[in-house]
């Protein structure tokens, strides 16, 4: 099942700062953020894991909250380079030493001048 | 250079026809996955692999088969049972850790067209 992301868009002006937030109905293992630009493949961005631990971009940061099963990704002082899809994904063991990663439908930024 | 390269970029096919798009990565990743992408749908789990002549299906396997006989490849055979094929087909790899799948790699993707 697809965690859900919250906005589906935002268009904000360079400077400004934004959230973008991610939950799910089933108990999250770990989230992935991830960036898509138009016409381009994803880039990650940052894994959060259970227990804090967190892996990724210097300027972003996020939070990832277990009990409420929720993900928010913070963008400070955004850039016109901050333009394009983020999507969220949860993983979950499948077994085997195998994961699920499910992503989400995405919340598309637009940053202006 | 090392990453994972996807082709064709573009393909067109009859209704009826299977078709098979490529997917190799030179970055010894043990963890391979496919993608399918709509607008406003996402990225949606096709199928996904650890570890060679192993996989799993996704959340959306029907109509669609892969294989994985060597680390590198994992083609995906988009067959004439899949209903609504016209999509854009994106395949990724990872370095598996104990705790998570890890960061993805993805390629620049497949448009697959159905006339």
């Known amino acids: 099942q697809q965690p859900v992301q919250s906005p589906q868009a935002v268009i904000l002006r360079e400077g400004e700062d934004a959230v973008i937030n991610c939950s799910s109905s089933?108990?999250?293992?770990?989230v992935h953020w991830y960036r898509q630009k138009h016409g381009e493949a994803p880039v990650f961005l940052m894994i959060?894991?259970?227990?804090?631990e967190q892996k990724g971009h210097e300027k972003i940061s996020a939070s990832f909250n277990e009990k409420k099963q929720q993900s928010s990704l913070y963008l400070t002082a955004s850039q016109l380079s901050y333009s394009g899809t983020y999507f969220c994904?949860?993983?979950?063991?499948?077994?085997?030493?195998?994961?699920?990663?499910?992503f989400g439908k995405g919340t598309k930024l637009s940053v202006i001048p | 250079d090392g990453g994972i390269t996807q082709s064709p970029k573009y393909l067109f096919r009859k209704e009826g026809q299977n078709v098979t798009l490529s997917c190799e990565q030179n970055?010894?990743?043990?963890?391979m996955y496919w993608y399918r992408q709509d607008p406003g749908q996402g990225l949606r789990l096709i199928y996904y692999?650890?570890?060679?002549?192993?996989?799993q299906k996704g959340d959306i396997a029907e109509g669609y088969s892969v294989s994985r006989e060597k680390k590198e490849s994992f083609p995906l055979t988009v067959t004439s049972a899949q209903k609504n094929p016209t999509a854009f087909y994106l395949c990724?790899?990872?370095?598996?850790?104990?705790?998570?799948?890890?960061?993805?790699?993805f390629g620049e993707g497949s448009r697959l067209t159905v006339l």
């Open positions: 990724a790899s990872s370095i598996r850790t104990v705790k998570d799948p890890g960061e993805l790699f």
């Open positions: 959060l894991l259970k227990g804090g």
């Open positions: 692999s650890q570890i060679v002549n192993d996989f």
């Open positions: 994904g949860t993983a979950k063991p499948s077994g085997a030493g195998s994961y699920q990663l499910t």
């Open positions: 089933k108990a999250l293992y770990s």
């Open positions: 970055l010894n990743h043990d963890a």
